[in-house]
């Protein structure tokens, strides 16, 4: 009996497409820099900070989401941007993905028992002097958020139809030290999905949906 193919951009077509990637190194070169090569920006970069995020895709069947929050307004970096949960790798974590699963559940309240980690992408090199571990997970839908205030003002679903369509990625620049700085801009529903966010999800397209 032939093999029937998953629909596309369904959580079983995802989890396929992810299982076909070869395993993600951190030598790989993926970051702000190929989006702006060049730029004096990068180079001022000195240390880099580790940091981990979840790219949450909620099995919602034949058409899956991914689960973004926006960043409290109050916050002192990236105040109000959309972002992936995740935050700075702790000495106690023991990996990027223990870091990124911590995150998710403090930041919104879902729990390991909800989630379920199927790979890496490669690091991402943000231009704030961070270097991104993006761990992929698949997410069992019924869960409830709890969202901490300090920390995340709204959480929200995007269908990974509408990221993973590059008619969506509009590029888009903003002035750094009198130097044009380019990023990749998604708006959907109201939220602006930009930066280092639209960064890591376009190099998402570029890895699984060539």
Known sequence: MDQVTPPPFSAEDFRARVA??????ASDDFGDHRFNPG???????KALRDAAVLIPV?????????????RAEKLRN??????????????????PEAAALRE???EIGIGQDWIEIIGRMP????????????????????FSLTLNSDEV?????????????PANHTRDSRMWN???????????????????????IRTLYERLYP
């Open 20 to 25: 076909a990637q070869p395993q993600a190194h």
């Open 39 to 45: 730029h004096p920006r990068m180079k001022q970069v």
């Open 58 to 70: 909620v099995d919602h069947g034949r058409d899956a989401t991914v689960l973004l929050t926006k």
């Open 78 to 95: 990236h105040s109000g941007q959309v972002a992936f949960p995740g935050g700075t790798i702790d000495a106690t974590d023991p990996s």
């Open 104 to 106: 998710t559940f403090e």
């Open 123 to 142: 690091d991402y090199v943000a231009g704030s002097g961070y270097r991104i571990a993006p761990v992929l997970a698949m997410v069992r839908p019924g």
């Open 153 to 165: 003002d709204a959480a929200f679903e995007v269908p990974l139809r509408f990221l993973m369509d």
């Open 178 to 200: 009198d130097l044009e700085w380019f990023f990749y801009e998604m708006p959907y529903g109201g939220q602006r999905i930009w930066g280092v966010t639209a960064g890591i």
